[in-house]
């Protein structure tokens, strides 16, 4: 099959996935005049929230960047705070795309690789770790979120969806003790200068790639104090996630002026990282869920205001990429950059080549 056929069906498939499973929930919702009444009721809405909500993800994403920015300084790939979050809100508008966080991950990869070309591997390895940690954050957050809600008084005694959240509830806990102990490992002594490694860095092609990934390992082991205080970090992003969606929950008005049901925000520390995981997943993922748990998790019927809610925050997301790229747009040779002739500037290159730790 040709390649660039195989590229552009998948993109169309991940788009069409999207697509349809955002239609069908705009279908479900407008099969309920309780959610036109909350989209009829826009000029009641409390904009001033909606606002802090703006700000609060744009604080999320600044948080996010200086955090992959700490990662890369532990292996010694140094670069200013200004260049990363110029990157950082770059990769943060690509995460937006069909193509998911992979692209957003991709540019921050590309960008560290340009300063540091003699250390690819090394460039890649701060942001899969940078990933993970996000990963193992979130689900630390949601499972603590288990421990304290009450099934009973969820689903309005619906037994079949208690069944169901309890099963989740316990699929999130064993993924968050399963991630610890993975993370774990890696501080186990000798794990990482075991003569295993050295046996695998002889394979052809992936050998070295192997080698220079443990290297980098060995050194964040070493740091255990950056990964701490990247894990604290990634908790405080996640809690402003989860404040930044019950503050859009409470500004989202009836056409009355009124607020509508709304679960509490300690039920939305469990369900909004859960939503969020499925972030990772083509568009239409996240919609999905969080419309499914808020209607769940609320005292009443909410008109699917979940979906309304994730549309809203989905709108936010653009407002605050945009907000991020446009000092980079303004800058010498970004029509350039957006066309992947060039990712940086020269003039932003190092003065000298960083030694591998």
Known sequence: MNPTFKKFASLAAKIGVSASLLVYLFYSASQKPEFWDLIHGWRHWLWLRLGAAVLLVFAAVAITVYRWQILARTLGLEFSTREAMRVGFLGYAVNLMPLGIVGGDAVKAV????????????????VFVDRVIGLVALLILA???????DIDQIGQQDQELQAKLLLLCRIVQGAAVGSVIASAILFIPGFT??????????????GQVIHKLMSAMHVYRGRADQLLLAMGMSLCVHLIFVSMIYLIGGALLDASGRLTPQPRLLDHAVFVPVAMA????????FEWLLTIFYEAFSPGDTGNKGLLIALVYRVIQVV??????TPFLLLPNA???IKGEELLDKSLLPKKDMATP
């Open 143 to 149: 499972s603590l979120g288990t421990l304290v809600i």
């Open 111 to 126: 960008f560290l690789s340009r300063l540091n070309p003699t250390r690819k591997t090394e460039a890649v390895a701060t």
């Open 320 to 325: 605050v990429a945009a907000l991020g790229i």
């Open 193 to 206: 200068t075991s003569s295993l490694w050295n046996l695998l860095a002889r394979i052809p092609v992936v």
């Open 278 to 285: 499925a972030g990772t997943l083509p568009q239409g993922f």
């Open 335 to 337: 029509n350039s950059v």
